[in-house]
């Protein structure tokens, strides 16, 4: 059974399209999985969560495109197996779902054919076929769902891994608003265009915040870590793309002892984050369930070894 994590971004989203460092961190208890069930019949995988839709080899379907990309890159035919995936990952929310499951699949074939490659092959076919979906990602979503550590991702330099001193304990609460990432990537840029003197500043701003949070993040000062979460959110309410309801949910998790919050990736809806302590983890979550958040859940970053 090869299987990969779901991830979060903790600070930078939006700067880090345009070359600002951001964070990510994996949810190794949230995962996809994918499994050769069966062999010796015509390839096809099937998808346990769409009621085992049967997808071809041939179609349009991303994950076959993770297949024959994958194929194409160790440079072997199409094999006479029956590929069954299913996922723990919420879809469209944020949480890296189409990435983890590219990433399962690749795995599956690799360990079919008993072939070993580097991560950052893995990495690569899984930004190749974001790409496909989600036009000009910065490849932040595929890198930590590779890696499966916490990343320091600046576009186009190498990765860096980061040592994390305490572990960060964290609640992930959905607005239950669907939101396009590609919508608010491109209002940005709008944005951007139209008024760069005044947007460049808060890009750099949220880039800094990145810069000193991962320095946090290795002296294991949470409380820092909790003011910058704020800061940034703030910041990419300037860049448009919180809402009222991630708003709300940010002050309800502080109100409810927090140590700091903010939305989690493309904003406008999805995901918010709250950094909390053991003692204030279930007044947090219970605050935000009952502000109406539809999915709230608690992920430890754990401490690196
Ligand atoms: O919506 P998510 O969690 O996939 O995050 C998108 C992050 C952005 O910085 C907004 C876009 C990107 O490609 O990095």
Do not use: W
């Not at 190498?158 to 960060?168: C, F, K, Q, S, V």
């Not at 940034?232 to 300037?238: K, P, T």
Request: charged share 20%; glycine share 8%.
């Amino acid at each position: 059974m090869s299987s990969a994590s779901a991830k979060v971004i903790l600070f930078g989203e939006h700067a880090v399209v345009y070359g600002q460092p951001a964070i990510a961190v994996p949810v190794s208890s949230m995962r996809a999985y994918a499994e050769v069930v069966n062999e010796g019949c015509d390839f096809q995988i099937v998808a346990r969560d769409l009621d085992d839709k049967i997808i071809t080899f041939d179609g349009d379907d991303p994950l076959a495109q993770v297949t024959r990309l994958t194929l194409k890159v160790i440079g072997k035919a199409i094999p006479r197996i029956k590929v069954a995936v299913r996922s723990d990952i919420p879809i469209a929310s944020g949480l890296g779902s189409g990435a983890a499951i590219s990433t399962a699949i690749i795995r599956c074939l690799l360990d079919y054919f008993a072939i070993q490659v580097d991560n950052e092959v893995v990495n690569e076919i899984v930004y190749e076929v974001e790409k496909i979906h989600h036009g000009t990602p910065s490849g932040i979503d595929n890198t930590v769902i590779v890696y499966e550590q916490a990343v320091y991702f600046v576009r186009e330099k190498p990765i860096e891994m980061i040592r994390i001193a305490r572990p960060l304990r964290l609640i992930v609460a959905d607005t239950g608003q669907a939101a396009l990432t590609k919508i608010a990537v491109g209002d940005v840029r709008r944005l951007y265009e139209s008024r760069p003197q005044a947007i460049r500043p808060v890009i750099e701003k949220i880039g800094e915040i990145s810069y000193v949070a991962r320095q946090a993040m290795q002296s294991g000062d949470v409380n820092q870590l909790g003011a910058l979460m704020l800061e940034n959110h703030q910041l990419l309410r300037e860049l448009t793309v919180s809402s009222e309801q991630l708003d709300s949910l940010v002050d309800i998790a502080i109100d409810a002892g927090a140590l700091g919050a903010k939305l989690s990736g493309g904003g406008r809806g999805g995901n918010m984050i709250a950094l909390v302590d053991s003692e204030r983890s279930e007044a947090v979550q219970s605050a935000l369930k009952n502000a109406g958040a539809v999915r709230v859940f608690e992920t430890i970053v754990e401490a690196s070894s």
